[in-house]
């Protein structure tokens, strides 16, 4: 259908089934990874059960911006991501979500029952969306300071290395690739960083990078600038378009204490 980019697992004698994920492709040059928050977290869960071996996992990105004949005959408007399960194709988010939950062998571990956790990570984007839409206001980057210090807090109080415990679950899926996007395009946009002094948070950011399901699934720095440009009817000079992708992953401190 178009650009394959990950596939992790063994279908060895159809013991494990093979579960597809199409994702949206960069809106730069059409074939890698794109900006997607939801394709990325459902890439993380899945990749996740990859390692496990209770899957394999194919991904498939699609450019939507030329998508092939065969995608617009299978799909028609319906934009990724979109999970195929032994020939079933799973089209909204909310019914991935169940799906993976309930019908992907695995699943079900990863969705852990934390009212706290839910409720602590909620919003968080749309703090970031405040701010990139009124830009020219600094004040309006207290919300979303404001929130990271509370993911902050939390972290500290429970010590351990991911949202629920100190292995990852769902809530680490759907958090991570949107502290990825303040990260990246907060920087860009507004030059805010995230503050030094919220050790805890970069401490989980830390821990977050040595993961094989993040940085497969992580969209390059300019795809994530690129998505908001795109929202703000702005345009990606030529230098940008050539630019080697870069994904930033340093901690600017010292997370051994």
Known sequence: MSEEI??????????VPEIELIIKASTIDGRRKGACLFC????????LLAELKTIS??????????PPPDFRTNFEATPPPIL??????????????RHI???????????????????????????LKLVLVKKDDKKNAAPLLAHLKRIDEHLRKRDTRFLTGDTMCCFDCELMPRLQHIRVAAKYFLDFDIPKELTSLWRYM??????????????ADQDIINHYKLQQALKMNKHEELETPTFTTSIPIDVSQ
Not at 6 to 15: M, R, W, Y
Not at 107 to 117: A, I, S, T, Y
Not at 206 to 219: E, I, N, R, V, W
């Open 57 to 66: 996992l194919k991904v498939t990105t699609v450019d939507m911006q030329k």
């Open 6 to 15: 990950a596939e992790n697992g063994h279908a060895n004698g159809g013991d």
């Open 101 to 127: 939950m309930k019908n992907v062998p695995g699943g079900h571990n990863l969705f852990v029952q934390d009212k706290e956790v839910a409720t602590l990570i909620e919003n968080v984007y749309g703090k």
């Open 40 to 47: 990325q977290e459902y890439f993380m869960d899945l990749y």
């Open 206 to 219: 830390y821990h977050m990078y040595q993961l094989d399901a993040f940085t497969q699934s992580c969209p």
């Open 84 to 97: 195929i399960d032994r020939g079933m194709a799973i089209l909204e988010n909310e019914k991935i979500e």
